[in-house]
């Protein structure tokens, strides 16, 4: 089975969802967080299932986790979790910054 490879922006994200969930719904906020990282697995077995998005970046996937969106690239064998996102945030304008 293959993983997911989180970038640390990914990661960054997983952490504020969790901190800020997690102020007012510590069980809510773990069983979120997983949720997400499940369906991120889930890309990393099945990485056509989100949708292209190359006007926010070149080769960048969505997959929506309501209220989330996941945002990945696929290249071989590889599926690199770029960002984990609200889904009101305004997406084009996080990717407009150099990667990490």
Known sequence: M???DFSPKAVADLDGI???IARDRPETAQRLVESLIER???LAQF???G???ESIA???RYFSAE???IYYRASGNTVR???ILHGARDAPALFDRPSQ
């Open 67 to 69: 209220p989330h969106v």
């Open 51 to 53: 949708t292209r998005c």
């Open 2 to 4: 293959s993983q997911p």
């Open 81 to 83: 979790i770029e960002r």
């Open 58 to 60: 070149p080769s960048l």
């Open 40 to 42: 991120c697995e889930m």
């Open 47 to 49: 990485p056509e299932a």
């Open 18 to 20: 969790l901190n800020y």
